[in-house]
């Protein structure tokens, strides 16, 4: 249902667009937000874009990341600049609808130094 794609190598200080493709119904009033998790350690929100209130970010991101959505293509984004070493690892599309919670099968993002 969740198909995200844009990952790959990048240097540090470069910029990468993950684009999320949902086959699911309403879309445009889902929870929609990228986490990762990084070799050796838990996933972590990244960035959540929901129905009414504005997007927020992790700590680490804000600033550098944007989390995007076109609703009318079921579509959500994740523009990463500035990239740092640290962004390194799988990113994963999440999609909520009340209780009902579905990922995406994850894109790898490798930053080099």
């Known amino acids: 249902q969740l198909q995200a794609s844009g990952g790959g190598l990048v240097q540090t200080g470069g910029s990468l667009r993950l684009s999320c493709l949902a086959s699911?119904?309403?879309?445009?009033?889902?929870?929609m937000a990228w986490y990762r998790q990084a070799p050796g350690k838990q996933r972590e929100m990244v960035a959540t874009s929901r129905w009414g209130p504005g997007p927020t970010y992790a700590d680490s991101v804000k600033g550098r990341f944007t989390i995007s959505r076109d609703n009318a293509k079921k579509s959500v984004f994740l523009q990463m600049d500035t990239v740092e070493p640290e962004d390194t690892g799988i990113y994963y599309c999440?999609?909520?609808?009340?209780?009902?919670?579905?990922w995406g099968q994850g894109t790898q993002v490798t930053v080099s130094s």
């Open positions: 999440y999609s909520r609808w009340g209780n009902y919670v579905s």
């Open positions: 699911v119904d309403n879309f445009s009033r889902r929870t």
